[in-house]
Structure formats: C-alpha cells, structure tokens
C-alpha cells in the first residue's frame, strides 16, 4: 500500500514537472516572444487611451470651471478648425 502511494505523488510530480517545461519551452520559443510582445503593445495603446480620456475629461472639467467655451467651425473648403471664445 506504501509503494501504492508514493508511486502516485511520483506520477504526479512527472506530470506537473513535464507541463511546466513544456510551458516554459513555448514561451522562450519565437511564438512566446511575439505572444508576449504583443501584449506589451496592447497594454502601451490601452494606457495611451486612458491618458488621451483623462485629458479630455480634465481639460473639459477645466474649460467649465474657467468659462471657456470651444466652438468647432467648418470653413468653406470643409476643413474643421478649433476656435476658443470666453464667456462674457
């Protein structure tokens, strides 16, 4: 019954240990190194948008606070441009 035992914590530790080489194997491998690359980029342009979202709010939160207003005009030739006027 001893022999039983210790077999199957054997097995069990060739099982875990052959599933973390072979882990280990595919992320040192050219696919674990793009895998990883481009989770790197996504994470970079999910920041990026967060910032570029914060500033917005915040400019806007800051343009209400100060009375500034941001009008948007479309000249003739369809080009949008950006004109800030002050309350008065």
Do not use: N
């Given at each position: 019954m001893n022999r039983i035992i210790w077999m199957g914590i054997g097995v069990a530790i060739g099982v875990i240990?052959?599933?973390?080489?072979t882990e280990a194997r595919s992320a040192v491998g050219p696919e674990g190194l793009n895998r990883a690359v481009g989770r790197l980029?996504?994470?970079?342009?999910?920041?990026?948008?967060?910032?570029?979202?914060?500033?917005?709010e915040r400019e806007a939160e800051l343009r209400?606070?100060?009375?500034?207003?941001?009008?948007?005009?479309?000249?003739?030739?369809?080009?949008v441009a950006r004109r800030d006027a002050v309350r008065r």
């Open positions: 240990a052959f599933r973390k080489i980029a996504d994470g970079l342009y999910d920041f990026a948008d967060a910032v570029r979202e914060g500033m917005g209400a606070a100060l009375g500034v207003d941001t009008a948007l005009v479309t000249g003739t030739d369809g080009i």
